[in-house]
């Protein structure tokens, strides 16, 4: 079993190291005695998942040769959370935004995001048991 921890440091502000040697801060803002010197938990929790996918969808786009046609990709990611405590994400919408040279086979660029989703991808995976709402969409703009 792999282990993690995060140290207080003041206020409201946590220090931790990832298992890849990278340091990892999160805050909380002045109401709740924090100091807006790093993002919220939830934040971080959020851009896992756009990273995760985001990793994966890269991934098998390069193993089929086509990355070098992608100009811009981007992982969005719309949610709402629950208003109540434990405020728990209740709806997740991820949206696959790529600009590509014309002529990109969209097939392939979809079927990257389907693996991600479908196979490949824990955070959603995870997400996706615990969310009521989650959904994906991609969009492809060819440029020039």
């Known amino acids: 079993m792999e282990k993690i921890s995060m140290e207080f440091i003041e206020g409201m502000l946590f220090h931790g190291r990832s298992l890849s040697e990278h340091d990892i801060f999160m805050d909380s803002e002045p109401k709740f005695q924090g100091r807006n010197t790093a993002p919220r938990?939830?934040?971080?929790?959020?851009?896992?998942l756009a990273g995760c996918t985001g990793m994966d969808v890269v991934s098998i786009l390069r193993k089929m040769k086509i990355l070098d046609m992608v100009r811009k990709f981007?992982?969005?990611?719309?949610?709402?959370?629950?208003?109540?405590?434990?405020?728990?994400?209740?709806?997740?919408?991820?949206?696959?935004?790529?600009?590509?040279?014309?002529?990109?086979?969209?097939?392939?660029?979809?079927?990257?995001?389907?693996?991600?989703?479908?196979?490949?991808?824990?955070?959603?995976?995870?997400?996706?048991?615990?969310?009521p709402d989650f959904e994906y969409d991609i969009e492809i703009n060819e440029i020039g």
């Open 74 to 131: 981007e992982v969005q990611v719309e949610y709402e959370r629950a208003k109540e405590h434990p405020k728990v994400y209740t709806k997740i919408h991820v949206i696959y935004y790529f600009e590509t040279e014309k002529g990109i086979p969209h097939d392939k660029v979809e079927k990257a995001c389907v693996l991600s989703q479908e196979r490949y991808c824990p955070a959603s995976a995870m997400l996706k048991k615990a969310v």
């Open 41 to 48: 938990p939830m934040e971080c929790f959020i851009h896992a």
